[in-house]
């Protein structure tokens, strides 16, 4: 892999180059073989009961995070080798190189975030497999090394898009963005049950902490790509994950829980859990934020992100109760709790449009400086 600037006589800098794709799949590939485990754990879960350390979805999710760590290992001795020889780092892989540890390694930033997450799973790796020891089953998803490794791969995604940020003047680099801003919606909607716990009286915690991370993402998108789109691509890309793990997630239970002859719970009803908690409305969503955005002027949009993100606050969180009730053939909620959850929505909302907005034009400047346009 050559990761210098003189290497692209050999590869001219196009946009149709691929230096830099090959380290940027793999580390997006880890992520979403953990998006797999996690899915297929979530399901465990539900459909079978309790399980131990090692079983194959807990390695799925390990093994994710090993492939992306390596990747980003790999990437950062290769620049930090290519700096020592005195040749020119090129910052269309990663990002702009930064010194670790006294200058003692040169890692792009991209690589650099996606790494420091899967040294963090790893960590919180073996808590979980103290806390295992200690307890023994886990019955519950939202245990304290759970959450510590849920938020470690929501660093390595986060180090993902950044990595595709850096090259987005290339189609690949662009592509990669909105396809990595997917899997990690998809994987936020369990960090957000670690809200479970909040009683926050008629208003359901976990619908506002989904809904958060969805507006979050989709502006986001949409800022970093200045044009109408963004958020579309986001939201299409969530709906294929969704649709795919709607299959998957009860079978692969079902089969699993076969092979190690263990019985399936005679209530399972086998919904998918977790593709049933991503927000089914998000394209309409994301179909009415375009033409808002495009409205905005310049020197508006920030205040146009606002609107956006409130309203799409407000949508989201009042649907996501109906879609509830829906999937799981339950009792549609009081009309009170609807218009709470729609109204602390629409808060949150706001900040997520605020901050999604202005997220997108971080991973635009990781652009290098003469591509930055």
Known sequence: MDLTVSGARAFPATRGSSRGLPAASTVLGGTVLSLVGLTWDVQWHTDVGPDTFFTLPHLFLYAGSAVSGLASLVVVLLTTAAQRRGKPIDP???????????????APVGYLVSGVGAAMFLLYGLW????????????????????????????????????????????????????????????????????????????????????????????????????PGGAVAVAVILAAVQGLFWWFSPWAARAY???????????AAGIPVMPALMPMCLIVVAALLEPLLRAG????????????????????AACQPLQRAWVYSAPVPAASTIIATGVAGAVFGVLAGFLGWRFGGMLRLLTPAEDNR
């Open 257 to 267: 829980a076969g092979l190690v002859d263990l019985p399936v719970r005679d209530y």
């Open 297 to 316: 002027s310049t020197r508006s949009a920030g205040r146009i992100s606002l609107l956006a993100g409130g309203i799409s606050g407000l949508l989201i």
């Open 92 to 106: 269309i892989v990663g990002g702009k190189a930064v010194g670790v540890f006294g200058r003692t390694f040169a």
């Open 128 to 227: 979980d497999q103290w806390w295992h020891g200690l307890y023994g089953f886990d019955a519950v998803i939202a245990s304290p090394p759970h959450i510590g490794l849920l938020l470690s791969v929501t660093v390595t995604i986060v180090g993902s898009a950044m990595v595709f940020a850096a090259a987005r003047e290339r189609r690949w680099g662009m592509i990669g963005v909105f396809g990595t801003l997917g899997v990690l919606l998809a994987f936020s909607t369990v960090t957000a049950l670690g809200l479970q716990p909040v009683d926050a009286g008629i208003v359901d915690a976990v619908t506002v902490g989904m809904t958060f991370f969805a507006v979050l993402l989709v502006m986001m998108a949409a800022g970093f790509l200045k044009r």
